[in-house]
C-alpha cells in the first residue's frame, strides 16, 4: 500500500488543506533557510531510527508545551485512550523478516505513552512520529482537534485517490501502523525497498498533476541518499518546489506541495538544537560573545541529542529541548568546562552568572550539583552543593572565609577547600566545619583531609598567656595546632601530656619546629625551652631554652646526654651562688652565673661523690673534651678527668643503639641509631682521612680516633 498526501482526494483539495495545517513561525532565534533543504537527505537516518529519541515523561512535556490549555477532551496533551495487545510483527509473510516488537495494551493510555510505546516497539523515533502527526493533521500544536482528525491522525490509509481506509482508523491504530509502514519501507526485505532504492537517481512528482497526462506539474531528480529519506517518500511521494520553500511557512503556489517540506521544517524548527543554539549564541550580547571566544568542540552536539553542548575557548552553551540557552563564560566558563562541563560533577548549568559585591566584584553561577565562584581577582573555583550551603550558612564571600581559593579535595567522604581567610573541612563526625585563618591555610598545605594531623576534633579556641603572648590553639585527631602571630606548629598526641604536665602554654610558651622522637620519648621546641615526654608515662619536663641549647649542640638524644630524666632542680656552690641541674640517662647540664655546660655521667659520678657543686670544684666553667676515650672538664677551682678510657663495643654494618648514635652524632651524620650503608661510607672516609684500616667496622683503634 503506498501513503500520499494525507487526506488528498483531489488537485483542488491540495491548497485548503495545506492552509488549515499552517502554523506560525516559532519564536526563535534559528531561522530556517530553503536552501538548507536537501531533498537527498531530508533527514538523518540516526535521527529517524532513534528509539531512544524521547521519554515518555518528555513527549508528555513537550505536547503541554505546543498545545497548552486544550479546549475539548481531544487535544494529544489530555488525550487517553484505552490499547490492545499486539504481537510481534514480521516484514510480510513471504520473507517472515522481523518489524516490531510486542506492543503490550493498557487502560487509558495517553497519547505520549502510546507514542513512546510505539517508539520502541517499532525502532521509529518519537519525533519522527510527532513531526508527523502535525504534517499530517496538525495535532501537536491543535487546542480542540475534532474527532475526526484524531482517526486519522498519521493520514497512515488515506492516499489522494480514495478515500482513507477504515480498518486504520483510530489515534493508536494510526500511531502503530504508520511507524510499522515506516519500518517496513526501510527493510531490504521488504517488497517496497527497491521502490526509490537508496543510492539511485528517480524522478519525483511535486504534486499528484506531475502525474496527469499529459502532467500540468514538473517532476524533479533526486538521489534517494539514506534510508529515512527513501521511507518518507515512500510515505508522501512528493518534493517541495522553489515556490513552497520560498515561503516556508505558508503557501507556494498550484504546483506546490507541502509534506516532506513541512516534516523537514518542523523537524527541524523543533530538534535541531544545535542549530537553535548557534543562532541564539549569535544573539547574545557582544561582550559574552567575545568573552567566550571562539568554538573549541561541538563533540556533544549529535543530531539525536536532547540537550546541545559547545565547548568555547573561555566557555560553555547548553541548550537543550524545550529548554533556554545557558552559557557560562569567562573564568567561570573556564573552570566550568575544564571540570568536565555538563557531564562532569557539576552537572548542566541552572542558570545566568549574578554578580556579588564583597571585597571587590566578584561572580557566581548555579549548576545541578553545585557552584563555582570567580573572585574580584578573577580566580574561579567550584564549589558542591554540600560544601555551597556549608559556605552561605557561614556568609558566603561577605562572610568571614572570604572567597574560595583552591578547588575542592575528596578522600572518599571526606572534603576540604580552602578560602582567603580560612578551610572549610569535614571533621570527625562527618560534617563539614571550619578550620580559620593560618591554621586552616597551613592545615590545606600539609595535606588537608589526607594530612597527618587528622580531622578537626573541636572548634578554634583562642589562648591567652600573662607571658608569652596570646594565640589560638585548635585540636585534631592527632594533635593540636598552635597560632601565634600568624605562625602555625603542630604538636602530636604523644607530647600533649608532657605538655599540659609542664603547665601548658603559661609554662612552656609557643612551639616550633616539629615534634621529635627517640624510642618512647617524644620532645618539641618551645618558646621557654623544650618540652620532653614519654608514650610510657604522662609527666613531662621542660628543658630550659639556654639548656636546651647545649644540648642539641652536644648531639641531642642521639648522643651520649640521652634524654632528661627529671626537671630543673636549684643547686648553689659554697659560696650560696645559685645555679640550676637537669640531670640526662647519659650525665647532666648544669646552668650557673659561670655559664651552662653539659656533663657526661664519667665526669658527673665523681663530681657528685666530691659533693658537687658546693664542693671545693663548685660550678663547672668549660665545656667537657673527649680525648683519646678519656673526659675533661674545667671547674670553678681544678678540673676532673675520668681516669679509665669509655669502652665502646665493636660496631659495624647492621649494628644498632647508642654507641651508634654517638658515632653518627660524631661523623655529623643523620642521628638513628642504625648502622646502615651511609654509616659504614662514612666509617670508610674517616678511617681513610686517619690512615686506619678503611674496612668500615669500628674497633679499638677507630674508637679512639673518633674520641
Known amino acids: 500500500m503506498r501513503k500520499l498526501l494525507a487526506n488528498i482526494f483531489s488537485a483542488s483539495a491540495l491548497l485548503s488543506l495545506v492552509s488549515s495545517l499552517l502554523v506560525a513561525s516559532p519564536a526563535s532565534a534559528y531561522t530556517l533557510k530553503s536552501a538548507d533543504f536537501n531533498p537527498s537527505y531530508i533527514i538523518s537516518d540516526a535521527q529517524f531510527f532513534d528509539e531512544n529519541a524521547l521519554t515518555e515523561a518528555q513527549i508528555q512535556a513537550f505536547l503541554q508545551l505546543k498545545i497548552g490549555t486544550c479546549?475539548?477532551?481531544?487535544?494529544?496533551?489530555?488525550?487517553?485512550?484505552?490499547?490492545?495487545?499486539?504481537?510481534?510483527?514480521?516484514?510480510?509473510?513471504?520473507?517472515?523478516?522481523?518489524?516490531?516488537?510486542?506492543?503490550?495494551?493498557?487502560?487509558?493510555?495517553?497519547?505520549?505513552?502510546?507514542?513512546?510505546?510505539?517508539?520502541?516497539?517499532?525502532?521509529?523515533?518519537?519525533?519522527?512520529?510527532?513531526?508527523?502527526l502535525q504534517k499530517e493533521q496538525g495535532l501537536v500544536t491543535a487546542t480542540a482537534p475534532s474527532a475526526g482528525k484524531l482517526k486519522i491522525a498519521m493520514g497512515y490509509g488515506c492516499p489522494d485517490t480514495a478515500p482513507c481506509d477504515s480498518q486504520y482508523f483510530g489515534f493508536y491504530n494510526q500511531v502503530y501502523k504508520a511507524a510499522s509502514q515506516l519500518k517496513r519501507y526501510t527493510d531490504r526485505n521488504s517488497s517496497y525497498w527497491n521502490s526509490k532504492k537508496v543510492g539511485t537517481t528517480v524522478k519525483i512528482g511535486y504534486h499528484p498533476r506531475s502525474f496527469n497526462s499529459?502532467?500540468?506539474?514538473?517532476?524533479?531528480?533526486?538521489?534517494?541518499?539514506?534510508?529515512?529519506?527513501?521511507?518518507?517518500?515512500?510515505?508522501?511521494?512528493?518534493?517541495?518546489?522553489?515556490?513552497?520553500?520560498?515561503?516556508?511557512?505558508?503557501?507556494?503556489?498550484?504546483?506546490?506541495?507541502?509534506?516532506?517540506?513541512?516534516?523537514?521544517?518542523?523537524?527541524n524548527a523543533w530538534f535541531n538544537l544545535k542549530a537553535e543554539l548557534l543562532a541564539r549564541v549569535a544573539a547574545l550580547p557582544t561582550a559574552?560573545?567575545?568573552?567566550?571566544?571562539?568554538?573549541v568542540s561541538e563533540a556533544s552536539c549529535p543530531d539525536t541529542t536532547n540537550t546541545c553542548v559547545i565547548n568555547y575557548q573561555t566557555g560553555v552553551v547548553t541548550f537543550a529541548l524545550m529548554g533556554t540557552l545557558q552559557v557560562s563564560f569567562g573564568p567561570?566558563?573556564?573552570?566550568?568546562?575544564?571540570?568536565?562541563?555538563?557531564?562532569?560533577?557539576?552537572?548542566?548549568?541552572?542558570?545566568?552568572?549574578?554578580?556579588i559585591t564583597a571585597g571587590g566584584t566578584?561572580?557566581?553561577?548555579?549548576?545541578?550539583s553545585g557552584f563555582i565562584y570567580q573572585a574580584p581577582k578573577?580566580?574561579?573555583?567550584?564549589?558542591?552543593?554540600?560544601?555551597?550551603?556549608?559556605?552561605?550558612?557561614?556568609?558566603?564571600?561577605?562572610g568571614s572565609l572570604g572567597w574560595p581559593a583552591s578547588a575542592a579535595r575528596c578522600v572518599s567522604t571526606k572534603c576540604d577547600q580552602l578560602f582567603d581567610n580560612g578551610l572549610?573541612?569535614?571533621?570527625?563526625?562527618?560534617?563539614?566545619?571550619?578550620?580559620p585563618e593560618a591554621i586552616g591555610e597551613t592545615l590545606f598545605g600539609v595535606g588537608g583531609v589526607n594530612s597527618a594531623w587528622g580531622l578537626p576534633t573541636a572548634t578554634r579556641e583562642s589562648v591567652t598567656t600573662s607571658t608569652f603572648g596570646n594565640g589560638a590553639k585548635q585540636t585534631f585527631h592527632n594533635g593540636v595546632a598552635f597560632e601565634k602571630n600568624g605562625d602555625v606548629t603542630f604538636v602530636r598526641n604523644t607530647l600533649i601530656p608532657a605538655l599540659t604536665a609542664v603547665g601548658g602554654q603559661e609554662t612552656a610558651g609557643w612551639p616550633s619546629g616539629k615534634t621529635q622522637s627517640s624510642g618512647t620519648n617524644r620532645y618539641q621546641v618551645f618558646t621557654a625551652g623544650t618540652v620532653f615526654g614519654s608514650t610510657a608515662k604522662r609527666s613531662g619536663i621542660l628543658l630550659p631554652t639556654a639548656m636546651a641549647k647545649v644540648w642539641r649542640e652536644t648531639g641531642g638524644a642521639g648522643a651520649y646526654l640521652g634524654v632528661p630524666t627529671a626537671a630543673a632542680q636549684p643547686v648553689t656552690n659554697a659560696q650560696s651562688v645559685a645555679g640550676s641541674v637537669v640531670t640526662f640517662a647519659g650525665g647532666a647540664i648544669i646552668s650557673s652565673p659561670s655559664g651552662v655546660f653539659a656533663q657526661p655521667s664519667g665526669i658527673r659520678t665523681k663530681y657528685l661523690a666530691a659533693g658537687g657543686p658546693a664542693s671545693s670544684y663548685g660550678f663547672p666553667i668549660a665545656a667537657p673534651t673527649l680525648s683519646g676515650g678519656?673526659?675533661?672538664?674545667?671547674?670553678?677551682?681544678?678540673?676532673?678527668?675520668?681516669?679509665?678510657?669509655?669502652?665502646?663495643?665493636?660496631?659495624?654494618?647492621?649494628?644498632?643503639?647508642?654507641?651508634?648514635?654517638?658515632?653518627?652524632?660524631?661523623?655529623?651524620?643523620?642521628?638513628?641509631?642504625?648502622?646502615?650503608?651511609?654509616?659504614?661510607?662514612?666509617?670508610?672516609?674517616?678511617?681513610?682521612?686517619?690512615?686506619?684500616?678503611?674496612?668500615?667496622?669500628?674497633g679499638p683503634r677507630t674508637w679512639v680516633a673518633i674520641g
Not at 511557512?249 to 518542523?266: A, L, Q
Not at 578573577?378 to 561577605?398: E, R, V
Request: aromatic letters at 10%.
Open 630 to 698: 678519656v673526659w675533661t672538664q674545667k671547674f670553678q677551682v681544678g678540673k676532673i678527668t675520668t681516669s679509665v678510657p669509655t669502652t665502646r663495643a665493636t660496631i659495624q654494618l647492621g649494628s644498632r643503639g647508642a654507641d651508634v648514635r654517638y658515632l653518627q652524632s660524631k661523623l655529623k651524620l643523620k642521628v638513628d641509631g642504625i648502622f646502615g650503608p651511609k654509616t659504614r661510607t662514612a666509617v670508610i672516609a674517616f678511617q681513610k682521612s686517619r690512615k686506619l684500616t678503611a674496612d668500615g667496622i669500628v
Open 424 to 435: 572549610i573541612i569535614t571533621n570527625t563526625s562527618g560534617q563539614l566545619t571550619t578550620v
Open 362 to 368: 566578584g561572580y557566581r553561577q548555579q549548576f545541578v
Open 288 to 295: 559574552t560573545k567575545n568573552s567566550l571566544g571562539t568554538v
Open 332 to 355: 567561570i566558563g573556564t573552570a566550568y568546562k575544564n571540570s568536565g562541563g555538563p557531564s562532569g560533577p557539576l552537572g548542566a548549568i541552572v542558570g545566568a552568572q549574578e554578580t
Open 71 to 132: 479546549s475539548n477532551t481531544r487535544c494529544l496533551n489530555v488525550y487517553k485512550m484505552d490499547t490492545f495487545d499486539r504481537a510481534a510483527s514480521v516484514i510480510d509473510t513471504r520473507s517472515n523478516a522481523p518489524l516490531c516488537l510486542s506492543y503490550t495494551g493498557g487502560v487509558k493510555e495517553s497519547a505520549a505513552r502510546i507514542i513512546y510505546k510505539v517508539q520502541k516497539a517499532c525502532h521509529i523515533s518519537a519525533k519522527v512520529l510527532l513531526v508527523t
Open 214 to 267: 499529459p502532467a500540468t506539474c514538473k517532476k524533479k531528480s533526486v538521489y534517494i541518499g539514506n534510508k529515512a529519506t527513501h521511507a518518507l517518500y515512500l510515505y508522501t511521494p512528493y518534493t517541495p518546489n522553489a515556490a513552497a520553500l520560498a515561503n516556508l511557512w505558508g503557501t507556494g503556489n498550484s504546483c506546490s506541495s507541502y509534506g516532506n517540506r513541512n516534516f523537514w521544517r518542523n523537524y
Open 378 to 398: 578573577g580566580t574561579a573555583f567550584a564549589l558542591t552543593k554540600a560544601m555551597n550551603d556549608f559556605y552561605i550558612a557561614n556568609g558566603g564571600p561577605a
